[in-house]
């Protein structure tokens, strides 16, 4: 039996800390929670009984000092994630953490620096990577099957700013750097470049306060990225709907295939309608559904593989599909998304496919 993973949680109150936690209850022999390091003020409102026992300490200096861990899971606002990412990395620890990372590429990059040197196991919460229906685009795209990609439209509408309160840090620039798309349009902006697998080459972008709350950030907009074979992608969306709700669906269509993709069609863990040529009398029409998952805990069966993937690099024998460079090249895309929109014009670029 192997030794356990010895983890520190850094953060607790995180609105997606207590899911990340529960995910852990799928590894018990796996992992170990040894030290908390509360953050947010040494806020422990959401820490469950499981943990009461843990040891806690004020910093992570203090806790890297007085207690041996292997690695950190950190969920800490944009402001405080970078320093701590890059204390772990410089002390051999491997990094677990949620995403985005950092209000800007720019201030990320002490961080990026220290896990590049120190060559520590890095995963982040783009828990996208690792769904199956993703994946299978992703096959599809690199075995040529849409031809010529022509156009992917994204949607990503979800709930309106009252139902966290526009005084959330969330929705302060100062502490997350953005609003909508920094927090959740990163998703489909970092899943973009992993199904597709090609660098943008140009940005148009209008964000801006379009619901009924005030607000410091964005609450949504729309963004247009160029891919470098010449194909047009779209995202749309914002914390628009009234109440605690979601809508987001992608379609891909190609000059010899287009597939409807549904990730959060009830009942399923994602619908692919998928639609092709049409040679004689008989058209190509298929559809995959993927089971629905009841793995509880932050994306369930896909953050489960997540923590697998980051848990078998760190032991020497693995990959993460999400890396130091994949979420520098999503927080570039950031950046020029609200300098296109702040400026008015299409900014041409060169961001990298993974």
């Known amino acids: 039996m192997s030794v356990p993973f010895r983890i520190a949680v850094v953060g607790v109150d995180h609105p997606h800390g207590a899911h990340w936690r529960q995910l852990f209850t799928q590894f018990p022999r796996d992992i ?48 405080d994630t970078p320093a701590a990412i890059a204390e772990l990395a410089q002390a051999g620890k491997h990094v677990l953490v949620e995403k985005p990372l950092a209000a800007s590429a720019e201030l990320l990059e002490p961080a990026a620096a220290a896990v590049a040197s120190a060559g520590v196991a890095f995963q982040n919460g783009y828990l996208w990577r690792y769904d199956e229906a993703a994946n299978r685009l992703r096959r599809m795209v690199a075995e040529g099957q849409f031809g010529k990609l022509i156009s992917i439209e994204m949607t990503y509408v979800t709930s309106d700013a009252r139902r966290r309160g526009p005084d959330h840090y969330l929705f302060d620039p100062a502490i997350s750097g953005g609003g909508f798309f920094h927090w959740l349009g990163c ?29 410091a950030v964005e609450d949504g907009g729309t963004a247009i990225l160029e891919l470098e074979s010449g194909g047009l992608a779209t995202l749309t969306g914002g914390y628009w709907l009234p109440r605690w709700a979601g809508e987001n669906r992608w379609a891909l269509r190609g000059s010899q295939r287009w597939v409807h993709w549904e990730p959060s069609r009830p009942g399923t863990s994602g619908v692919l309608e998928i639609h ?33 993937d980051w848990l078998r690099t760190a032991r020497g024998g693995g990959s993460c599909r999400n890396t130091i460079e994949s979420t520098r090249a999503t927080l570039q895309l950031l950046d020029l998304i609200y300098q296109a929109s702040r400026e008015e014009r299409r900014i041409a670029c060169h961001i990298p496919p993974d």
């Open 187 to 215: 998703h489909y902006l970092d899943l973009l470049r992993y199904i597709t697998s090609e660098a943008i080459v140009g940005v148009t972008a209008r964000v801006g306060v379009y619901g009924a709350t005030p607000l």
């Open 32 to 79: 170990e929670v040894v030290a908390i390091v509360p953050g947010f003020g040494g806020s422990l409102a959401s820490l469950e009984e499981r943990y009461a026992a843990v040891p806690r300490f004020e910093t992570l200096s203090e806790l890297l000092v007085h207690l041996p861990i292997d690695g950190a899971l950190v969920c800490l606002s944009n402001e």
């Open 276 to 308: 092709g040529p049409q040679p004689q009398w008989h058209a190509m029409e298929d559809t995959y559904v993927v089971p629905a998952d009841s793995t509880p805990g932050y994306g369930g069966r896909r953050g489960v593989e997540l923590i697998a």
